[in-house]
């Protein structure tokens, strides 16, 4: 009895259904994996694991009554989609799963010689492993039974039965350091001559015995390191060394220079603040400096990688050395660097003249969410939220490696990675937010901006009213607000909206919502600790930061003379030295740190009261190097103090630069050919009232109409038309080209236009008799046209 028909379908088949399979009827009991257990009707023969692939395939199957729990293909088949092009290997492993676990291989009913009932299930696996080793398959009695282990624990399914694509292990058996020695030479050849494999394995061989000859103390030994020449050659192709050699000298040095990824590749970042990246660039805007003069500026940014919001921003003065009277340069500074950071942890202010939308209110971001978890948040914030960094990728300039600049990471607890030299793709985030700069911010500050590059430099840069760094600092921060936060990235998506594309705010109102926000306010006794550190002695006159003497204010007199009392700090070599924190932008207060009561002394500038207007520590350096050049003593501060209050006061009264005088250049465009102007037939004519003109009736349009007589010529001015009007002047030559108010409800005055009144009568023309048809009519001579009549006077329509 066949099966046919879906009566062979698998979804037919069920634990419980009577199946008719080898010419008998058998009962499904059970059915794991790819495994159906049957039992014969009559019960002469142990139970049977039969694959189903093999049970359904039979040209004898079919299904005699149905059972419950129908059983879906998917969950019968299991694994087996994984393993496309490979079933018949996975049966044939199945069926020695089987014969190894019951003793009788699927649709055999005697034992086989060592899986009779007797055997164990040790002896049935060396029994099969002797038999894979007759068919060539080595394969030995313990792995089978891990086999079967794990064939048991998948639940008989043959597909943990196939051996899994093998990772060849780099190198093959060829020793490490071998494979170390010839990466290092072609390093070392890349900027040489292109050399061929043969030369590299000299080299390698080389370089093998001057470095392990003493550790392994037998040349033997390290010739033995080194492989043969075609396994070397073959080593060389795996390892892509020799596509290497193929490349040009420059592609060879540009590979061989770009260090390897630092900590085995890049992170998954989820949340905010998780990686942050921090460069400097040049900002090409020119700018008025402290002391008045032009100054170039660079600007400092942290970008956090998962949002691609701006955290912070600073805008520094930028100079080179002065050869020639020897000032030194200023640049961006560890300092600026800590008050940039300073920046990410407290939510930014919206200043005076601000655009409306720059605010967080009227921004994307959770502003109701975040007021209510940070009381920092007011109305007045701005659209840019607060990332606390975790960890900062940073170039390798001098600032970032500074002492300070990493005292002041440890304290906020910001991990630190320098990125690796000339590698720009380990911070691409942070230097591609230069282009986005340049185009988006730089060049709309007109006044000052240079061009991205010398070439493409305006003139008179200069001379232009250039702004101060604060206006720029002002300007970058609400630019950073109002459009960078809020300008659509391609690169930012949400998960579960990809076709969206969001902002920067929208993608950390994203984020924000899933890893949460955490406020990290910071009261002013610890921000001092991120300033600059001075070691001082204090002193009954006070003490001094260079040459230039602090006393305390007198709310904390009694707290200096506390500490004068102890005689010193009893720190690990500092003794009488007593730690000071003061800002180099604001000089003319500083602060005295007592350890043993975790207190701070605030100290005030002796000569204060001298100097009015703000003041850094660079002018007063800039100023006591003057002074020392004329004679003086950078060490008299009374003299500098003065000096440095007379050039505020001369900065205030100086005369703005002189602007250019004299005659423009002239055009030195290239010459259009133009045509000479034609002359104008009004230009000798009066002023005309535009109240008087009065609009000029439609001509009749009929096919039929006489054409329209020639308008009169242009009378030349002072010729009458026919009488002067009242008051004895004479009419204005335009007149007798328009009509009065009177007569514009008739027929135009013949008189004064010069047209015959039948020119104005239409014309009935006499159409023909027949005209059922639009067709033409033919004579002798040719085609005529039905419209064709006799008109007045010889006029043709």
């Known amino acids: 009895m066949a099966g046919s028909g879906k009566s062979r379908l698998a979804g037919s088949l069920s634990v419980g259904a009577w199946v008719h399979w080898q010419g008998r009827e058998w009962e499904v009991v059970a059915w794991q994996g790819p495994q159906v257990t049957l039992v014969p009707q009559d019960g002469a023969e142990a139970p049977r694991a039969v694959s189903y692939r093999w049970l359904v395939g039979a040209e004898d199957f079919a299904v005699v009554s149905g059972g419950g729990a129908p059983v879906a293909d998917g969950a019968a088949l299991g694994g087996w989609g994984r393993q496309e092009g490979r079933e018949k290997e996975a049966a044939l492993w199945q069926a020695r799963m089987v014969e190894i676990d019951t003793g009788l291989a699927p649709g055999i009913s005697e034992h086989a010689r060592g899986f009779g009932p007797g055997t164990t299930l040790a002896q049935r696996c060396a029994a099969m492993s002797s038999r894979l080793a007759a068919d060539g398959i080595r394969c030995s009695a313990h792995t089978l039974a891990d086999k079967r282990r794990q064939w048991k624990a998948a639940g008989e399914n043959p597909v943990v039965l196939l051996p899994g694509p093998r990772d060849k292990r780099p190198g093959g058996f060829t020793d490490p350091r071998c494979l170390t020695a010839m990466q290092e030479v072609v390093a070392q050849l890349a900027r040489a001559s292109d050399v061929t494999i043969e030369l590299i394995r000299e080299e390698v061989e080389d370089l093998l015995h001057s470095r392990y000859d003493e550790e392994l103390g037998d040349p033997a030994a390290v010739a033995a390191l080194l492989p043969s020449r075609s396994t070397f050659y073959l080593r060389m192709k795996e390892s892509g060394l020799a596509d290497v050699l193929d490349q040009p000298t420059r592609a060879r040095a540009a590979l061989a220079s770009t260090p390897p990824l630092p900590h085995g590749g890049r992170e998954i970042v989820l949340r905010p603040g998780q990686v942050t990246q921090i460069d400097t660039t040049p900002l090409r805007i020119l700018a008025r400096g402290d002391d008045g003069r032009t100054t170039a500026t660079e600007m400092s940014t942290l970008i956090d990688v998962s949002s691609h919001s701006m955290c912070a921003l600073m805008i520094t003065p930028s100079r080179p050395r002065d050869a020639e009277s020897g000032q030194a340069g200023q640049a961006t500074r560890a300092i600026d660097l800590t008050l940039m950071l300073a920046q990410a942890f407290a939510p930014w202010p919206v200043m005076p003249g601000w655009d409306p939308l720059s605010a967080a209110a009227a921004s994307t971001l959770p502003f109701g969410a975040l007021r209510a978890a940070d009381e920092r948040f007011t109305e007045a914030t701005a659209a840019r939220p607060v990332i606390r960094p975790e960890l900062v990728i940073y170039d390798q300039g001098s600032p970032y490696v500074s002492e300070h600049f990493t005292e002041v990471c440890d304290r906020l607890r910001i991990a630190r990675r320098p990125a690796r030299k000339r590698t ?142 102890r005689g010193g700090s009893k720190l690990p070599g500092r003794e009488k030295q007593w730690e000071c924190r003061f800002n180099p932008y604001r000089p003319e207060r500083v602060w005295l740190y007592d350890h043993t009561a975790d207190t701070w002394v605030t100290c005030d500038f002796r000569l204060r009261h001298l100097l009015h207007d703000p003041w850094t520590a660079d002018m007063w350096q800039e100023h006591a190097e003057q ?51 034609s002359h104008d037939p009004y230009a000798g004519l009066e002023e005309f009232d535009l109240s008087t003109l009065r609009p000029r009736p439609a001509l009749p349009i009929s096919p039929m109409a006489p054409p329209p007589a020639a308008a009169p010529a242009a009378l030349p001015p002072g010729v009458a038309t026919g009488g002067e009007q009242e008051g004895g002047q004479a009419p204005h030559p335009l007149a007798a080209l328009f009509v009065d108010a009177e007569a514009s409800c008739g027929p135009p005055d013949t008189s004064v236009a010069g047209t015959p009144a039948e020119a104005y009568e239409v014309v009935d023309a006499e159409l023909l008799d027949d005209l059922g048809s639009s067709a033409d009519v033919e004579d002798g001579e040719g085609v005529i046209d039905v419209w064709e009549v006799d008109m007045p006077g010889g006029m043709e329509p």
Do not use: C
Request: glycine share 8%; net charge positive; proline share 9%.
């Open 424 to 565: 720009a793709p380990d911070k691409q985030l942070v230097e591609h937010s230069f282009t986005t700069l340049a185009h988006r911010f730089s060049q709309y500050v007109r006044h000052g901006w240079q061009g991205r590059s010398h070439k493409k430099r305006g003139r008179g840069i200069e001379r232009m009213p250039l702004y101060t760094i604060a206006e720029l600092q002002q300007m970058a921060q609400e630019w950073v607000a109002l459009e960078y936060q809020q300008t659509p990235d391609a690169g930012l998506r949400d998960p579960f909206q990809p076709g969206v594309v969001l902002s920067p705010n929208d993608m950390y109102a994203v984020q924000v919502a899933r890893s949460g926000y955490r406020p990290v306010p910071l009261s002013p006794a610890q921000n001092r600790f991120f300033l600059l550190r001075q070691w001082v002695v204090p002193g009954k006159g006070g003490f001094m930061i260079n040459y230039r003497t602090y006393q305390p204010i007198a709310q904390d007199a009694g707290h200096y003379r506390e500490i004068l009392l």
């Open 627 to 677: 002074h020392r050049a004329a004679g003086g003593s950078e060490q008299d501060e009374e003299a500098v103090a003065l000096s440095l209050a007379q050039r505020d006061r001369r900065r205030r009264s100086r005369r703005p630069p002189p602007k250019r005088t004299g005659a423009e250049p002239p055009f030195q465009g290239l010459e259009l050919n133009t045509e000479q102007p």
